[in-house]
């Protein structure tokens, strides 16, 4: 038999990246006013339609980088290069006003929403693009808060600038050896050359540099020590460094060599996804840098880029959920079973899994989204103290939580593709790889989960989530209340356990767990938010949203979340104890716990 012959498996054609969304419209609905959405979803629906129609296809053109690090007369030349469709692919972004949307600042407040909003539509067709992007949008952000009035010139347009052929993209350059996350042990060291250049106070950087993403970039954002080793993080400065030099000069210039600013690459990263990106390992030998802020005060100047990279990783996630969802429900309405005579979107017990990744998906764009409002708000001078609190508080567990969850999700979706789900042509395997490292960068569960509990250890900013927590309760309408009355005792149930996580002393093994209900707690009580207002406005969603919240709440593991807080509230330093013996095998430590 000819492969011509026979059955011939039917193609599927995803729907519109916005329109046949069952999370978006609404969301758009309720959250943007009038005249701001009469304005925005004509553009959201035209590059949706790019997404389908042009920009998707340049994913066959995506490769990964090749790195060149000597011509044939041994010269050092250190030739990296990206490939082609992420070029262009990180070019149609920039047009479309990623990040420059975030700085032109047309819509107010609503300008993050409005632009995260694009970037959610294009993440599971951006190859990884947004790794870069979301590092000049960090890179524009502090150089905005901070910068030499030179850089705010200069450098701070052409990161924001809509034009690919003079936009500026920065890296980010953080990550040591000794350290990971902890930069308080960084090794690179930075000495006053003791003269100012155009852009500010000149220095001169010595170090190696463990995981510079965007390796291919203008300029990059790193820290460096100005202090002493035992002043920790309070001995570092944040500097700009330009990958070549001179960094400004004519457009007629010839391009400078990539190692005139003594950055010698010394190998690209072997990664098991994000392979587009150019991750690289590299060397700072005598490197030309300017000063960003007040000396030693580079963690403390780094905190926005940090805050912004982070929304970019909770986007990202939620994003590779959108897309993974779209293929497999697409598939449903085309794959028949039984002989043929019945769809997947026809038989009960394939919709169930499909509903379960689509009320994850539904809480992690609700609980991403809610916290990026908060971001537009307070970058536009709209927040007030509480809502400033909030961010802080909702951006590493936004982070952190769609992280922890997408990749079941992911894996969700691909299975049940069946067997056409495991393989690279759907995208979903390149997907999973890509949606891992979410996990990782800017962060694991455990460092924010930290980061979290600084947070609260500011007592009023606890108290500002529990206030707002309540008045969203207390929002629901009589006939709300009772439609959801169990899940709603459980809401406030986990909303007290959350409150007693963090009295203090708070456990040794708290910290993780408590993320984790936090995660829930924050997704349920804007998943409420969009179900009290669907009911206020008389929306034909109205059931099907008070739905979502019941299951998210009932079924989706907020019940077992609050146990593992529980537990892990009343763990001894006998189970820390055992933790060890059965991780390490340490005999001596099970018998002193007394097994």
């Given at each position: 038999?000819?492969?011509?012959?026979?059955?011939?498996?039917?193609?599927?054609?995803?729907?519109?990246?916005?329109?046949?969304?069952p999370?978006?419209?609404?969301?758009?609905?309720?959250?943007?006013?009038?005249?701001?959405?009469?304005?925005?979803?004509?553009?959201?629906?035209?590059?949706?339609?790019?997404?389908?129609?042009?920009?998707?296809?340049?994913?066959?053109?995506?490769?990964?980088?090749?790195?060149?690090?000597?011509?044939?007369?041994?010269?050092?030349?250190?030739?990296?290069?990206?490939?082609?469709?992420?070029?262009?692919?990180?070019?149609?972004?920039?047009?479309?006003?990623?990040?420059?949307?975030?700085?032109?600042?047309?819509?107010?407040?609503?300008?993050?929403?409005?632009?995260?909003?694009?970037?959610?539509?294009?993440?599971?067709?951006?190859?990884?693009?947004?790794?870069?992007?979301a590092?000049?949008?960090g890179?524009?952000?502090?150089?905005?808060?901070?910068?030499?009035?030179?850089?705010?010139?200069?450098?701070?347009?052409?990161?924001?600038?809509?034009?690919?052929?003079?936009?500026?993209?920065?890296?980010?350059?953080?990550?040591?050896?000794?350290?990971?996350?902890?930069?308080?042990?960084?090794?690179t060291?930075?000495?006053?050359?003791?003269?100012?250049?155009?852009?500010?106070?000149?220095?001169?950087l010595?170090?190696?540099?463990?995981?510079?993403?965007?390796?291919?970039?203008?300029?990059?954002?790193?820290?460096?020590?100005?202090?002493?080793?035992?002043?920790?993080?309070r001995?570092?400065?944040?500097?700009?460094?330009?990958?070549?030099?001179?960094?400004?000069?004519?457009?007629?210039?010839?391009?400078?060599?990539?190692?005139?600013?003594?950055i010698?690459?010394?190998?690209?990263?072997?990664?098991?996804?994000?392979e587009?990106?150019?991750?690289?390992?590299?060397?700072?030998?005598?490197?030309?840098?300017?000063l960003?802020?007040?000396?030693?005060?580079?963690?403390?100047?780094?905190?926005?880029?940090?805050?912004?990279?982070?929304?970019?990783?909770?986007?990202?996630?939620?994003?590779?959920?959108?897309?993974?969802?779209?293929?497999?429900?697409?598939?449903?309405?085309?794959?028949?079973?039984?002989?043929?005579q019945?769809?997947?979107?026809?038989?009960?017990?394939?919709?169930?899994?499909?509903?379960?990744?689509?009320?994850?998906?539904?809480?992690?764009?609700?609980?991403?989204?809610?916290?990026?409002?908060?971001?537009?708000?307070?970058?536009?001078?709209?927040?007030?103290?509480?809502?400033?609190?909030?961010?802080?508080?909702?951006?590493?567990?936004?982070?952190?939580?769609?992280?922890?969850?997408?990749?079941?999700?992911?894996?969700?979706?691909?299975?049940?593709?069946?067997?056409?789900?495991?393989?690279?042509?759907?995208?979903?395997?390149?997907?999973?790889?890509?949606?891992?490292?979410?996990?990782?960068?800017?962060?694991?569960?455990?460092?924010?989960?930290?980061?979290?509990?600084?947070a609260?250890?500011?007592?009023?900013?606890?108290?500002?989530?529990?206030?707002?927590?309540?008045a969203?309760?207390?929002?629901?309408?009589?006939?709300?209340?009772?439609t959801i009355?169990?899940?709603?005792?459980?809401?406030?149930?986990?909303?007290?356990?959350?409150?007693?996580?963090?009295?203090?002393?708070?456990?040794?093994?708290?910290?993780?767990?408590?993320?984790?209900?936090?995660?829930?707690?924050?997704?349920?009580?804007?998943?409420?938010?969009?179900?009290?207002?669907?009911?206020a406005?008389?929306?034909?969603?109205?059931?099907?949203?008070?739905?979502?919240?019941?299951?998210w709440?009932?079924?989706?593991?907020?019940?077992?979340?609050?146990?593992?807080?529980?537990?892990?509230?009343?763990?001894?330093?006998?189970?820390?104890?055992?933790?060890?013996?059965?991780?390490?095998?340490?005999?001596?430590?099970?018998?002193?716990?007394?097994?």
């Amino acid at each position: 038999m000819r492969i011509e012959e026979g059955f011939q498996i039917p193609l599927f054609e995803e729907g519109h990246p916005l329109l046949s969304d069952p999370v978006l419209p609404a969301l758009l609905r309720r959250t943007f006013p009038a005249d701001v959405l009469n304005e925005i979803e004509p553009d959201l629906v035209r590059f949706g339609n790019a997404i389908q129609n042009d920009i998707r296809a340049l994913g066959a053109r995506v490769a990964s980088p090749t790195l060149t690090q000597y011509d044939q007369w041994g010269k050092r030349i250190d030739d990296l290069r990206s490939s082609e469709g992420f070029r262009l692919i990180k070019a149609r972004a920039q047009e479309e006003g990623l990040p420059g949307i975030f700085y032109e600042r047309k819509y107010g407040q609503y300008s993050r929403p409005y632009g995260f909003l694009k970037a959610l539509l294009i993440t599971g067709d951006c190859h990884m693009t947004f790794c870069p992007l979301a590092m000049t949008d960090g890179a524009a952000r502090v150089i905005e808060l901070v910068g030499s009035p030179a850089m705010k010139e200069h450098i701070y347009p052409r990161l924001v600038s809509r034009d690919p052929s003079r936009a500026y993209v920065s890296g980010q350059w953080m990550t040591e050896r000794p350290g990971g996350s902890d930069v308080s042990v960084t090794e690179t060291t930075a000495t006053s050359d003791d003269k100012t250049h155009l852009l500010g106070e000149q220095y001169t950087l010595n170090g190696f540099k463990w995981f510079s993403s965007a390796t291919e970039s203008d300029i990059a954002i790193a820290l460096a020590r100005t202090g002493t080793v035992a002043a920790g993080s309070r001995g570092l400065s944040l500097f700009l460094v330009p990958l070549r030099t001179p960094l400004l000069r004519d457009s007629t210039a010839p391009v400078p060599s990539a190692n005139s600013n003594r950055i010698f690459v010394h190998r690209l990263k072997k990664k098991i996804g994000t392979e587009p990106v150019p991750t690289a390992e590299l060397s700072l030998e005598g490197s030309e840098a300017y000063l960003i802020g007040q000396l030693n005060q580079g963690v403390k100047s780094i905190t926005p880029v940090l805050n912004i990279t982070r929304a970019w990783c909770a986007v990202a996630s939620v994003g590779y959920i959108r897309r993974c969802l779209a293929i497999a429900s697409s598939y449903a309405n085309v794959r028949a079973i039984q002989g043929g005579q019945r769809l997947l979107r026809d038989t009960p017990l394939h919709v169930a899994q499909l509903a379960g990744i689509n009320i994850t998906y539904r809480a992690l764009a609700h609980l991403v989204f809610g916290t990026i409002r908060l971001l537009g708000k307070s970058e536009c001078g709209r927040a007030t103290r509480e809502e400033e609190g909030m961010l802080r508080a909702l951006t590493p567990v936004a982070k952190a939580f769609a992280a922890e969850k997408t990749s079941g999700a992911i894996e969700e979706a691909m299975v049940s593709l069946g067997g056409q789900g495991y393989m690279e042509e759907t995208q979903i395997g390149r997907l999973l790889r890509d949606s891992l490292v979410e996990k990782i960068w800017e962060g694991t569960a455990t460092v924010l989960s930290l980061d979290l509990l600084r947070a609260f250890k500011e007592s009023w900013v606890l108290q500002a989530f529990v206030a707002w927590a309540k008045a969203v309760i207390s929002s629901c309408s009589e006939t709300l209340a009772n439609t959801i009355e169990e899940p709603l005792r459980v809401l406030k149930t986990a909303l007290g356990t959350l409150e007693s996580a963090y009295r203090p002393p708070v456990p040794t093994l708290l910290p993780r767990p408590a993320l984790m209900l936090m995660g829930y707690v924050a997704s349920a009580l804007f998943l409420l938010e969009q179900a009290v207002w669907s009911q206020a406005t008389g929306s034909i969603d109205s059931l099907l949203d008070s739905e979502v919240f019941r299951r998210w709440i009932m079924e989706a593991g907020l019940v077992a979340a609050i146990e593992d807080v529980i537990r892990a509230q009343a763990a001894s330093k006998e189970r820390e104890a055992t933790d060890v013996a059965l991780v390490f095998g340490r005999v001596g430590e099970v018998a002193r716990v007394k097994l």
